[in-house]
């Protein structure tokens, strides 16, 4: 069958059809395994040739092919990222005539077959590939989906609770290898059964597995997932109160990438807003702040300014949580719905922040300078330029002196933040570079571990972004790196050879000459950069 010419390869085709359709039982195996053997010949016409044939086999004989479907499905599956885009398509007709064979009430016996088979050719083609999706060939053609989306929908629908966890979570792995223009037609017939099986009791198993399709197909299939918007976000809503964590981490990021499909968000934040005042829980509360981060991150542009000062009051009294999750969840999401927030809010936020009452807590002080570290992350550039950057440097050079090491690492984190977007924008104004640096130097003295490990990072950071800036601060933070590089504690060590890497631009040519210079001839600096150059 692999034959240039036409004829001959026409006649050769009719052939091979008349002789596997004369196949009896006693000589099937044969024919099974000299298929098989062909699917991996060499050359791709044989390749080619044998899916054809395989799927002919299976369309028309009237033989029991049960037992040997699964090897054929596997195979067919694994050529689908054949390097020739025609025995690609023939593998892909083949395999939706060998799986069309099977019986409907037998398809759900096959969900791990395909799933591992998927699998494998997922392992196949990422070897090909250096970064970027990965996607399967026979799952980017028109109708990609329809030979084996059957198994997976009839092991959701009617399997027991463990196959159809099984089939939510192939089905996934699925659509993760499938292109957007192939999956669009699918969406619909996938959506439909995920959200009526999520919605009846089955264990929290089956719903994680769902939860996280329905993640990958939001991502996947956008706009197409509009006529079931309201369902789903009533269905993620409803997840957010389950006593399963793993359950409410993922209603809690399928409810943010679903908000982005959304043009009322408003209604949304509103609900979220009004189910966390009314939850009990600490573990409720933590997954809708989640959902909250979320919404705000892919729709906060779309929340109108009303809803944005709601949302940032009931931020402003968790952040003062006793808890820290809630503490930390209720940061990250101020830190994200500060972006969207007109200048004068935002100075009047950052001065309540800043400003210390008569008398804090450590919750409170805490939750004040995650807020603010978190709102440094999201839009350092908007705190430079606010009347209230003053005040927020002064709070935070009180924080960076507090008595509680968790207030003084998160205070040394946000001014890793600060110092990262001043470095890359080459900021100017007031309370600068310079004038800020050497508080994140004296932090990597500092008594605790975690701090120094957090000024490293921080210092880190700055020098990916423009190592240029730190050279000349060299003989301040060189010796201070050198003592990290000899700490006691391994973390603190580990981050101390990250850092000096970037700090020293060690992954370059080292010109010694320009840090002796910057060094200023200080013979304890020279000692101790000659100590970091030449331990590494």
């Not at 596997?20 to 099974?32: C, H, K, Q, R, T």
């Not at 109708?143 to 089905?171: D, H, I, N, T, Y």
């Not at 959304?262 to 409720?284: C, F, H, K, M, Y």
């Not at 890359?424 to 600068?432: L, V």
Request: proline letters at 4%; one cysteine or more; aromatic letters at 6%.
């Amino acid at each position: 069958m692999g034959n240039d010419d036409q004829e001959v390869a026409t006649l050769a085709k009719k052939a091979a059809e008349t002789v596997v359709m004369v196949i009896d039982e006693e000589g099937l195996y044969s024919l099974i395994a000299e298929l098989l053997k062909s699917l991996g010949d060499t050359q791709a016409s044989v390749r080619r040739g044998s899916a054809y044939l395989s799927g002919f086999f299976f369309k028309n004989s009237k033989l029991d092919l049960l037992d040997e479907s699964p090897n054929l499905v596997t195979t067919l599956i694994v050529m689908l990222t054949d390097p020739d885009s025609a025995t690609v398509q023939s593998s892909w007709e083949a395999l939706g005539c060998v799986i069309g064979s099977l019986p409907k009430d037998i398809l759900p016996t096959y969900v791990k077959v395909v799933r591992d088979a998927v699998s494998t050719a997922r392992d196949k083609e990422r070897r090909k590939r250096k970064g970027g999706p990965i996607l399967i060939p026979g799952f980017c053609l028109p109708k990609a989906l329809q030979p084996v989306l059957p198994v997976f929908l009839q092991g959701l629908m009617s399997g027991s609770a463990e196959l159809r966890e099984q089939a939510a979570e192939g089905l996934g792995e699925l659509i993760d290898v499938t292109s957007e223009n192939a999956l669009r037609p699918f969406v619909v017939p996938i959506t439909g059964p995920l959200i009526r099986i999520i919605g009846d009791r089955f264990p929290w198993q089956v719903k994680s597995a769902i939860l996280s399709t329905l993640g990958i197909l939001i991502s996947k299939g956008g706009i197409a997932l509009k006529p079931f918007l309201p369902q789903l976000q009533t269905t993620f809503i409803k997840c957010l109160q389950d006593n399963t964590r793993v359950v409410r981490s993922s209603s809690a990021l399928a409810l943010g990438k679903l908000s982005a499909l959304s043009t009322r968000v408003d209604p949304l934040v509103n609900d979220l807003l009004s189910n966390l005042q009314v939850a009990s829980e600490i573990g409720v509360k933590e997954a809708i702040l989640v959902a909250l981060q979320g919404v705000s991150k892919y729709a906060g542009k779309s929340i109108t300014a009303s809803v944005i000062n709601r949302v940032l009051v009931v931020l402003q009294d968790l952040v003062q949580s006793e808890d820290d999750q809630i503490r930390s969840s209720a940061a990250r999401a101020m830190g994200i719905v500060s972006q969207y927030v007109e200048d004068t809010e935002l100075a009047s936020l950052l001065h309540a922040l800043s400003v210390p009452a008569s008398s804090e807590s450590l919750a409170v002080r805490h939750g004040t300078i995650l807020a603010l570290s978190s709102v440094f992350r999201h839009g350092a550039s908007h705190v430079c330029g606010s009347s209230a950057f003053p005040t927020v440097v002064d709070c935070l050079k009180s924080r960076l002196n507090d008595d509680k090491v968790p207030v003084r690492e998160t205070a040394t984190k946000a001014l890793g933040c600060l110092l990262v977007y001043q470095a890359q924008s080459h900021y100017s104004g007031t309370y600068n570079f310079s004038e800020l640096l050497p508080f994140l130097s004296s932090s990597l003295r500092d008594d605790a571990s975690d701090v120094r490990r957090r000024a490293l990072g921080g210092l880190k950071s700055v020098a990916k972004v423009n190592a240029i800036t730190v050279i000349s601060y060299l003989p301040t933070l060189g010796p201070a790196i050198a003592e990290c590089l000899r700490d006691a504690s391994t973390p603190v060590r580990l981050a101390a050879e990250r850092c000096a890497l970037h700090v020293f631009q060690l992954t370059k040519v080292i010109q010694v000459k320009m840090i002796w210079l910057a060094l200023d001839v200080n013979t304890n600096s020279v000692s101790n950069i000659l100590y970091v150059i030449y331990y590494f």
